[in-house]
């Protein structure tokens, strides 16, 4: 059965801080790692990961895949309270580009 | 945003009432998704579309059905509610080879 597993699946700090998210997979027919960011509605697309150990990087946030381990992690400098959400990750498969999604983590800031 | 509209967006329903939702996407991808999200169990993929009338089941699709008659529309249908259901259901479109994006999100309350 396809499994992935965030955490940790809640996580409190302070404005300023760095956080990581850890993302595990165990996927048939892999294709990449995605992760997207839920605030009050639709999830929002932030990373597609394909390729083992190439850092991928949007502002303040940045991701990498590691195959050989089946995880991935999501790092967050210098936090700031619009940061506050609930980070998901997901596999995609190959074929149908499923999405087998984890149980995310709720990030929260506080100033 | 990717042009994903989900109607209605907000219902209230009796248990054992039929409930049809609908997506609609002015994209021209070829792959849509239905997905629900419960707290705990992150997003799960109720049905999804890889073309006109081709559609599967996902990991939760007992109790639904879904009909795709034109590339552009995506119906998920709900042969007779329970509060089981009771959730939020979120479609999503892909094409190949690149990431999946969400619509806004329906909330459905079954009592």
């Known amino acids: 059965e396809d499994k992935v597993v965030q955490s940790p699946l809640s996580l409190v700090v302070h404005e300023g801080d760095t956080v990581t998210l850890n993302c595990s997979y165990e996927?048939?027919?892999?294709?990449?790692l995605l992760w997207y960011k839920q605030e009050k509605k639709a999830p929002t697309f932030l990373f597609m990961l394909?390729?083992?150990?190439i850092e991928k990087k949007s502002g303040r946030l940045s991701s990498i895949l590691d195959k050989k381990e089946l995880s991935s992690i999501l790092n967050i400098t210098a936090t700031q309270t619009g940061d506050s959400a609930i980070y998901l990750c997901?596999?995609?498969?190959?074929?149908?580009?499923?999405?087998?999604f984890g149980q995310g983590t709720r990030l929260t800031i506080n100033p | 945003d990717a042009g994903i509209t989900q109607s209605p967006r907000h219902k209230v329903t009796e248990t054992g009432t039929p409930v049809t939702l609908r997506c609609h996407q002015t994209?021209?991808?070829?792959?849509m998704y239905w997905y629900r999200q419960d707290p705990g169990h992150g997003l799960r993929l109720i049905h999804y579309?890889?073309?006109?009338?081709?559609?599967d089941k996902g990991e939760v699709s007992d109790g639904y059905s879904v009909s795709r008659s034109k590339t552009e529309d995506f119906l998920l249908t709900l042969e007779s509610a329970t509060s089981s259901q009771t959730s939020v259901y979120f479609c999503?479109?892909?094409?190949?080879?690149?990431?999946?994006?969400f619509g806004e999100g329906s909330w459905l309350t079954v009592v």
């Open positions: 579309s890889y073309g006109v009338k081709d559609t």
């Open positions: 997901a596999a995609q498969i190959q074929g149908a580009q499923k999405l087998v």
């Open positions: 999503a479109i892909s094409e190949s080879r690149n990431t999946i994006y």
């Open positions: 994209e021209n991808h070829r792959y």
């Open positions: 394909t390729s083992s150990g």
């Open positions: 996927v048939t027919n892999f294709r990449s």
